[in-house]
Structures are given as structure tokens and as C-alpha cells.
Nanobody, 116 residues
Framework: QVQLVESGGGLVQPGGSLRLSCAASGSISSIYTMAWDRQAPGKQRELVASITRSGYTNYVASVKGRFTISRDNVKNTVYLQMNSLKPEDTAVYYC??????????WGQGTQVTVSS
């Protein structure tokens, strides 16, 4: 059983920055992939960034060069550093983990609003 709790969302001006955190707790043997998804009003959920246990990262094209995903395997925590934020980044951001046995879990989501 895995519980995910996101934090760090909020309201920022265009061009500003936010850092999201997600801590995993519970009965955790191993986590293969940690990721961030987002869903904007009227749009489908999309994968924003992912990182494997070995540190391999991937990003959706629209955030490359602006967002950085990282993880602490000891603390079972994943981070998303978001810079140069745009109004188009406004969405609910969800933490996602995939265990070594391919069980998938999501957090409750944290709101990110980019507006002047």
C-alpha cells in the first residue's frame, strides 16, 4: 500500500517559479518510476515528467528546458522544479509512482495557477 501526498502548489505570476514535492509512504518495497501528471480544465490528463530509479528523465515537449524532475530514493520523494511558468501550465498536478511490481498509485493533486 502506497500513499502519496503532494505539496507546493499555488498561485504565481507568469515567469515565476514553483517547486512541487511528493512524499510516498506506506508499505514500499521498491519504486521504479516516479512522475508528475497534470490536468487543465477542459483537457485530458497528460504526463508532464517522469524519472526512473536510476535517474533517467523524460519530459513533455512543452516543458522541456523549464521544468526539472528529481527524486530522493532514500526519502521516497519526487520533486518538480517549475521555472518560467506560463498561463498554459495552469492545472492540477498529480504525483504518480509505479512500483517494481507494476502497481500504479496517484496522489490527490495540487493546484498550480499561473496568472497575472
Amino acid at each position: 500500500q502506497v500513499q502519496l501526498v503532494e505539496s507546493g502548489g499555488g498561485l504565481v505570476q507568469p515567469g515565476g517559479s514553483l517547486r512541487l514535492s511528493c512524499a510516498a509512504s506506506g508499505s514500499i518495497s521498491s519504486i521504479y518510476t516516479m512522475a508528475w501528471d497534470r490536468q487543465a480544465p477542459g483537457k485530458q490528463r497528460e504526463l508532464v515528467a517522469s524519472i526512473t530509479r536510476s535517474g533517467y528523465t523524460n519530459y513533455v515537449a512543452s516543458v522541456k528546458g523549464r521544468f526539472t524532475i528529481s527524486r530522493d530514493n532514500v526519502k521516497n520523494t519526487v520533486y518538480l522544479q517549475m521555472n518560467s511558468l506560463k498561463p498554459e501550465d495552469t492545472a492540477v498536478y498529480y504525483c504518480e509512482v509505479v512500483t517494481g511490481t507494476f502497481n500504479t498509485y496517484w496522489g490527490q493533486g495540487t493546484q498550480v495557477t499561473v496568472s497575472s
